[in-house]
C-alpha cells in the first residue's frame, strides 16, 4: 500500500492587484489539479468562485496555495501600532477592515498603504503611480528603510533557489508582491471566516503550527497557504499564458509530492526556534 495522501483536491491560485478588471497575462488564474486552469476577471469573482468551489468539496480536504506573502516581518504589527495579542491576527483584521475592493476591481491600496506609513512614521510601503503618490507614499524607495526588510521565509527561499522574492513593502512593478498582499491578504480572512467554511478552513502555519498533519485528522479540513510558482520548472508548452502554465505546473508538482508522500513534511519544516516563532507569531512561511 502506497502513501497517504494529506490532501484530495488541491488548487493554486495566481492572484492580480489590477484596479480594473483584466483576463489574460498579469490577471487572477487558477488551476484545480486535474482540471484546466481558469482566468478570472475581477477579484471578487475570484472571492465567490473559491467559496462555491469549497463548498462544492464540502467532505474533502481542500488545500489552497495563494502566490502571496501571508505576513509581513516580525515587528510590523507592533511598529504600526495594530490592535491585537496576536501579531498576524491584528494585520489581517486591520487590512481586511481597511481595504475596499469593488466589483471593478477599484480599491483604496495606495491609501491603506500611506495610512499605514504614518503608523510607521516612516515610508516603509513605496511604488505608486504618480496620481497617486504623496508625502506618505512614494514612487521610489526611499534611502535609510532597510530594517523590517524581509521575512525569514524570503531569505531561505533565496539560499534554497536561487531567486530572491520581493520585499513585501514595493506596491508597483514587475515581480513586485505588496499590492498582491494588500488586496489578497483579505478575501483570504473573508473566506477563513465565511459562514459555511469557518469550522472547517484554517491558515498555514498560523492556525495549524509546523506540522506533518495540517488537516488536524479532519476528512473535510481546508487549508489555505503562500506559495510562490516560480520555485517550479514551468512546463513550456502547457499553456501560452505564463501565469497559467505557473498554476498547472505548481499544481501538479504539489499533487506528485503528496501522492509520494513527500509533501507532509514541506509542512514541517527544521527551523531555528527564534524563526520559528517569528514565522508562526507574524511572518508566516512559503510551502516550497
Not at 179 to 205: C, D, E, K, N, Y
Amino acid at each position: 500500500m502506497g502513501p497517504r495522501s494529506l490532501f484530495d483536491v488541491i488548487v493554486v491560485v495566481d492572484w492580480s492587484a489590477s484596479s480594473t478588471p483584466k483576463l489574460g497575462p498579469d490577471s487572477i488564474w487558477t488551476c484545480e489539479h486535474g482540471h484546466p486552469p481558469r482566468n478570472i476577471s475581477t477579484r471578487a469573482a475570484a472571492e465567490r468562485e473559491f467559496v462555491q468551489l469549497l463548498s462544492s468539496h464540502h467532505d474533502r480536504r481542500v488545500l489552497v496555495g495563494f502566490d502571496f506573502s501571508f505576513g509581513y516581518p516580525h515587528g510590523f504589527a507592533a511598529a504600526a501600532g495594530l490592535a491585537g495579542a496576536v501579531p498576524w491576527r491584528a494585520t489581517w483584521q486591520h487590512l481586511a477592515d481597511s481595504v475596499t475592493d469593488d466589483e471593478r476591481n477599484r480599491n483604496n491600496r495606495w491609501a491603506v498603504a500611506a495610512e499605514l506609513n504614518t503608523r510607521l512614521g516612516t515610508n516603509r510601503f513605496w511604488g505608486a503611480p504618480p496620481a497617486q503618490t504623496g508625502p506618505r507614499l512614494t514612487a521610489r524607495r526611499l534611502p535609510g528603510t532597510t530594517p523590517l526588510s524581509l521575512r525569514h521565509a524570503d531569505t531561505t527561499v533565496r539560499s534554497t533557489s536561487g531567486r530572491l522574492p520581493f520585499a513585501p513593502w514595493q506596491l508597483l512593478g514587475a515581480g513586485s508582491v505588496g499590492s498582491q498582499m494588500l488586496t489578497g491578504i483579505p478575501v483570504v480572512h473573508r473566506l477563513r471566516h465565511s459562514p459555511g467554511l469557518v469550522q472547517r478552513a484554517r491558515v498555514w502555519p498560523f492556525e495549524t503550527g509546523f506540522t506533518n498533519d495540517p488537516c488536524a485528522g479532519r476528512r473535510d479540513a481546508i487549508v489555505f497557504a503562500e506559495v510562490w510558482p516560480s520555485t517550479v520548472p514551468l512546463d513550456v508548452g502547457g499553456h501560452e499564458v505564463k501565469d497559467a502554465r505557473q498554476v498547472l505546473a505548481l499544481s501538479a508538482e504539489l499533487a506528485r509530492l503528496d501522492a509520494a508522500g513527500l509533501l507532509a513534511d514541506r509542512f514541517a519544516p527544521t527551523l531555528d526556534p527564534l524563526i520559528a516563532a517569528a514565522a508562526l507569531d507574524e511572518e508566516g512561511w512559503v510551502l516550497h
